[in-house]
């Protein structure tokens, strides 16, 4: 048993009479396509995908990353019993909090999603007590979930006799993330700290991530599933993962086909950040230099066909310019994650309006 409170507290143990709640049996947020088969209930693709995506991506998409579990409750104690489908519980520069754990957000006595507790497994399946001593009041929860593993079960557990009720997800436009690692989450601490779920919180808005490690290549069949969303916006942020010579052929392409599916929906292109040592590394430096002067080429080719709704981000900046926010030189800390948060911020509120 593991508790999610800090290391100086004592463990904590589960009640001995707790109200279990299966979240399968009202609904998660960040889950679409919620009326077709899958392989687990918790995946972030239909089935159908595995026919037309890479074997990859497949795979990284049955991990649970961007999804949440809403709920209000006035128990002084939350508890989680869940089962996940991975044995291995940390990831390059990711600690078991970040890649498998979970993270909890509650709403403040103003409206704002405050930071509660977060967890990190120490077995595949278990039970553990995230949060205890909880101030007296009803309030609403928000439990991300794992962002490089996935899930095969998962009950919130409470106090008996307190009050509990599910909250379906909210049914507003989301805003749909398509990137690389840094989508996905390497390396935040933990799952409320990826920019994705910061800004969510920001706009208090929905998020779809479909971020996938090391594979976010502006692929046709991962355009063709996004089209099935009705997005309030789709941020394209794939560079990272992509050389010049992708982004010619494929973005203008990618773009065209959420447009035919989606003819409403904003589209935000990304330049990738600058990897905090390129200063000293001129190929890596070029490298940037290249990428983004390709992805600006397509930008201009499609405002030039006129394409309306579509937006821009540039990348020097998205990480600061003082070198401090990554992990590894290229992958975010929750500083870096934080920083491209608010870069951005003001270009998706602005992509936002009336959606």
């Given at each position: ?66 999804m949440l579990v809403r709920f209000s409750t006035d128990s002084d104690e939350i508890m989680l019993d869940y089962a996940l489908t991975k044995s291995g ?77 599910p909250l379906p997800p909210r049914r507003m436009r989301p805003i749909v993330f398509y990137g690389t690692s840094i989508n996905h989450g390497a390396s935040a601490s933990r799952g409320g700290m990826v920019h994705t779920a910061i ?157």
């Open positions: 048993m593991v508790n999610g409170q800090n290391a100086d507290a004592a463990e904590g143990e589960l009640e001995p009479n707790v109200a279990w709640h299966d979240v399968t049996t009202w609904d998660i947020e960040g889950r679409e396509w919620i009326d077709e088969e899958r392989y687990s209930w918790f995946d972030r693709f239909p089935k159908r995908a595995e026919a037309t995506t890479t074997a990859r991506v497949w795979e990284l998409s049955r991990s649970t990353v961007g519980f940390n990831g390059i520069n990711t600690s078991p909090i970040g890649h498998s754990g979970f993270d909890m957000y509650a709403r403040g006595e103003n409206g704002e999603w405050r930071w509660v507790e977060s967890a990190g497994p120490k077995e595949q399946a278990g039970q553990l007590t995230i949060a205890w001593g909880l101030a007296p009041g009803e309030r609403e929860y928000a439990l991300y979930l794992p962002s490089f593993n996935g899930l095969a079960a998962l009950s919130i557990g409470v106090t008996e006799g307190a009050k509990f009720q800004l969510g919180r920001w706009f208090d808005r929905p998020v779809v991530n479909l971020g996938f490690n090391g594979n976010g290549r502006m692929d046709a069949a991962v355009g063709e599933l996004m089209g099935d969303i009705d997005a309030a916006v789709y941020v394209i942020d794939c560079l990272p993962n992509m050389k010049a010579a992708d982004v010619l052929e494929k973005c203008v392409p990618l773009v065209k086909q959420l447009r035919a599916a989606q003819p409403a929906v904003p589209i935000v292109l990304v330049e990738d950040r600058r990897n905090t040592n390129a200063w000293i590394l001129p190929e890596r430096s070029a490298h940037h230099d290249a990428n983004h002067a390709a992805l600006r080429e397509c930008y201009a080719e499609l405002r030039a066909a006129g394409f309306r709704d579509l937006y821009y981000i540039e990348g020097d900046n998205l990480l600061g310019n003082d070198g401090e926010g990554t992990a590894d030189g290229s992958h975010p800390s929750d500083l870096g994650f934080w920083r491209q948060a608010k870069v951005m911020e003001p270009i998706l509120r602005q992509a936002l309006i009336g959606r």
